[in-house]
């Protein structure tokens, strides 16, 4: 007589090539699908604007949908960061390492780093 091993059976079906047929219980998990990204992380630069505003470019578009215009996001560079509304649009354009994904109104970009810099790397948080 051969001795029963609880668990024994299972394994043997689990690595069996073929024993999986995708019903009962050995069937495949399934995975919720992945949440949309809601931040994004590129180049700002700074243009005159109003106080508090920001122009999107292409990708902060895409990442923000249709409705993007008038959307508040914050802006993180490093340890500092300001939230800003969405008024307008940028071409905006791809570096060679980095891609400007936000223009800030001066006084947005002066509360992350010195306006002379021109351009910081930031993330765009919804």
């Given at each position: 007589m051969i001795p029963v091993i609880p668990g024994a059976i299972l394994a043997a079906a689990i690595l069996t090539p073929g024993a999986n047929t995708g019903s009962g219980p050995l069937a495949p998990a399934t995975h919720e699908p992945?949440?949309?990204?809601?931040?994004?992380?590129g180049t700002a630069s700074w243009?005159?604007?109003?106080?508090?505003?920001?122009?999107?470019?292409?990708?902060?578009?895409?990442l923000?949908?249709?409705?993007?215009?008038?959307?508040?996001?914050?802006?993180t560079a490093g340890d500092r960061s300001v939230?800003?509304?969405l008024t307008d649009w940028c071409q905006c354009y791809r570096g060679e390492d980095r891609e400007r994904i936000i223009d800030l109104s001066r006084s947005a970009f002066a509360?992350?780093?010195d306006p002379s810099r021109g351009l910081?790397?930031?993330t765009v948080e919804r």
């Open positions: 992945t949440a949309k990204p809601s931040a994004r992380t243009f005159a604007a109003p106080a508090g505003t920001a122009a999107a470019g292409p990708a902060l578009r895409r923000l949908g249709k409705d993007w215009r008038g959307q508040r996001v914050r802006v939230v800003v509304a509360a992350l780093a910081v790397r930031v």
